[in-house]
């Protein structure tokens, strides 16, 4: 039986081949599940910050509709800064959206939901999730008299007898909510919402 002098080593080469692609392939499971761990992460913290921000937002809406001076309540001397009523007496222009909505250095305006009137103590979820406490920022937007058009919200004597009457007085704030202090939050998820809510006196 002849054996050969040389050996070639060919048994080498492949299986570091094989140890290289074997590698390649780990590495590249490891970095797309770390990937994916990563975004369902920032999509759960993503989440807890729009129900921090919805949540300011129904609580401004509850303090709103019990109180019946929630300006003062909140802002104290300063809330003529946040009357924007177009028709009263030296009347000031208000941005649609607080321009220090995403400022980590001017909160002006802003306040926690803690601090606002006729608000159950136990109002906060996902208080432990999250870092920072939800704000809101409000303003009186307008201040219209409640008449419908229909008549159907008039009396007797306004239809029949002529009764001058005043009906009562409809004003409309706008609610400008956000997941919480950016100075706070950092790097986390941040949400700011917006809604409108009418309120009888």
Not at 46 to 61: H, I, K, P, W, Y
Not at 97 to 113: M, Q
Not at 119 to 139: R, S
Request: aromatic content about 6%; some cysteine; hydrophobic content about 35%.
């Amino acid at each position: 039986m002849k054996r050969p002098d040389k050996q070639q080593g060919v048994a080498l080469v492949v299986a570091m081949i094989m140890l290289v692609v074997a590698t390649i392939i780990g590495l590249s499971s490891i970095r797309s599940t770390t990937l994916q761990e990563r975004m369902t992460a920032n999509l759960y913290d993503r989440s807890v910050a729009f129900q921090n921000a919805e949540t300011a937002l129904r609580a401004a809406e509850i303090s709103i509709s019990t109180s019946s001076q929630i300006l003062t309540s909140i802002y104290g001397v300063n809330r003529d800064n946040y009357d924007c009523d177009p028709l009263r007496p030296n009347p000031i222009e208000c941005a649609p959206f607080p321009e220090n909505t995403w400022s980590a250095a001017n909160s002006t305006g802003w306040v926690n939901i803690t601090t606002l009137p006729n608000i159950p103590n136990n109002f906060l979820v996902n208080d432990n999730l999250t870092l920072g406490t939800p704000q809101v920022h409000i303003q009186l937007i307008a201040r219209v008299e409640n008449k419908e058009e229909t008549g159907q919200s008039q009396s007797a004597n306004e239809q029949q007898y002529g009764s001058s009457s005043a009906s009562d007085e409809v004003m409309y704030f706008r609610i400008t909510a956000r997941s919480g202090d950016p100075s706070v939050i950092n790097e986390r998820a941040f949400v700011a919402l917006q809604t409108t809510v009418k309120r009888s006196r």
